[in-house]
């Protein structure tokens, strides 16, 4: 699986547009991106995926560089409930095992 | 409501009992999870099963075993010979075609 490199944690006022980086600098043309964020105790929850294009959902939007190196998580208007562990992660393109690896991901903290 | 149920929520053993932990899904996906997270860190895959009376080990399989004798259930069995079994036990699902693993709710397990 492409590493995945994120900040450790961010913070972020209630109302604003929280964006967070993840770089991916060896992943491989067939490899999508995904974002997954985990709610303290919480099972994670699957936010958005893409490959190279830019995608949006009713939970965030994905905006992934021309050279595919890096993308950024937008969640547009951020509310407290937003507050949770953020991961990027990049499966094994050549794989269709469905297996994910998660790193220490982003915590991301709104505040009011 | 289709989803994935963990049981129990909390579980305590002593430390030299086995304990199997529950994952039933009603999706209908063929491929099963079992990660482990242990406090501050990301999730890590212990086994996987893509299909029925199949799995496959994943990165930290030492000490579980498990089986997947339905398609709808996969229960992981933590053994006397896992070293440090206190952790946060989730199941996941995915489905032929769709692109997101589905979370349980996941078991916290004690070991006294």
């Known amino acids: 699986d492409a590493k995945t490199t994120q900040p450790t944690s961010m913070d972020c006022a209630e109302g604003r547009a929280a964006n967070l980086p993840c770089n991916h600098s060896?992943?491989?043309?067939?490899?999508?991106v995904y974002w997954y964020r985990q709610i303290h105790s919480q099972g994670p929850q699957y936010i958005i995926h893409g490959l190279k294009n830019n995608e949006t959902n009713e939970m965030a939007s994905l905006i992934i560089t021309e050279d595919r190196k890096s993308s950024t998580l937008i969640l547009p208007h951020a509310t407290l409930r937003d507050t949770a562990v953020y991961y990027c992660i990049v499966p094994a393109g050549s794989s269709n095992t469905g297996k994910l690896i998660f790193g220490q991901g982003t915590t991301l903290q709104v505040k009011p | 409501d289709g989803g994935i149920t963990q049981s129990p929520k909390y579980l305590f053993r002593k430390e030299g009992q086995n304990v199997t932990l529950s994952c039933e899904q009603n999706?209908?996906?063929?491929?099963m999870y079992w990660y482990r997270q242990d406090p501050g860190q990301g999730l890590r895959l212990i086994y996987y099963?893509?299909?029925?009376?199949?799995?496959q080990k994943g990165d930290i399989a030492e000490g579980y075993s498990v089986s997947r004798e339905k398609k709808e259930s996969f229960p992981l069995t933590v053994t006397s010979a896992q070293k440090n079994p206190t952790a946060f036990y989730l199941c996941?699902?995915?489905?032929?075609?769709?692109?997101?693993?589905?979370f349980g709710p996941g078991t916290r397990l004690t070991v006294l």
């Open positions: 999706l209908n996906h063929d491929a």
């Open positions: 996941a699902s995915l489905g032929q075609g769709h692109n997101e693993q589905f």
């Open positions: 060896t992943i491989s043309g067939n490899e999508y």
């Open positions: 099963s893509q299909i029925v009376n199949d799995f």
